[in-house]
């Protein structure tokens, strides 16, 4: 089944622990990106990711790293959480770009505390 | 700025009537794309609508767009209580692929 899939689901912690949310995808995609939704910002993009190896920032990259080692996974990395990164966050793929329908994760549910 | 602003922010129907949402922006954009989000859930692609196009279905769903007036409508004909989610569209602004903006989005329930 072609799905996206976020590790963990829920995550409470405390500021200034280092977390990774991982994202793996099994349909080839080229394109993934993470947004962060809060309530009445809708989603904004964090980073995104052409293909391997190749990384940019999105609209809300401050406090957020991403790497792209391998094709199918796109980690998030928190090195210093703080309680303004508590967040619902979602990973998306598509196969070239954004211009295409991009395909979500179940999303990420982070509580800094 | 904010591109990709719904309109409204909530809407309450019975089931069986038709739902319509709208979504301005501010940018030239490559395409405008609809997406539904269930409570808590990941979103769902539902259509997609290039700059050249007009309008476009896809079974219940009608979706139109307006360059000149940088808007473009979503419409749920004889809605279901299924169809109580959220919905957001999203633009890709011109002259890149990669960056992906989506509006605030529209709150839709549908009463049994």
């Known amino acids: 089944e072609a799905q996206v899939t976020q590790n963990p689901r829920y995550l409470i912690t405390v500021t200034g622990k280092k977390l990774t949310v991982t994202c793996s995808q099994n349909?080839?995609?080229?394109?993934m990106s993470w947004y962060r939704q809060d309530p009445g910002l809708g989603l904004r993009q964090i980073y995104y990711?052409?293909?391997?190896?190749?990384?940019d920032k999105g609209d809300v990259p401050e406090g957020y790293k991403v790497s792209r080692k391998e094709k199918r996974n796109f980690p998030l990395i928190l090195e210093s959480p703080s309680p303004n990164q508590t967040s619902l966050y979602f990973c998306?793929?598509?196969?070239?770009?954004?211009?295409?329908?991009?395909?979500f994760g179940d999303g990420t549910r982070l509580s800094i505390l | 700025s904010q591109q990709g602003e719904e309109d409204p922010q909530a809407l309450s129907i019975q089931e069986g009537e038709n739902a319509t949402m709208n979504c301005s922006y501010k940018?030239?954009?490559?395409?405008l794309q609809w997406y539904r989000q269930n409570s808590g859930r990941g979103l769902v692609h539902l259509i997609l609508?290039?700059?050249?196009?007009r309008e476009k279905h896809s079974g219940r769903l009608r979706v139109t767009l307006d360059t000149s007036k940088k808007s473009s409508s979503l419409l749920i004909t004889a809605s279901r209580a299924a169809d109580t989610a959220s919905y957001f569209c999203?633009?890709?602004?011109?002259?890149?692929?990669?960056?992906?903006?989506f509006g605030k989005g529209t709150l839709l329930t549908v009463n049994p």
């Open positions: 999203a633009t890709v602004r011109g002259g890149s692929n990669y960056k992906l903006t």
């Open positions: 998306a793929s598509s196969f070239k770009g954004a211009h295409q329908p991009q395909h």
């Open positions: 940018t030239s954009i490559n395409n």
């Open positions: 990711s052409m293909n391997v190896e190749v990384t």
């Open positions: 349909m080839n995609h080229e394109y």
């Open positions: 609508i290039r700059s050249n196009e």
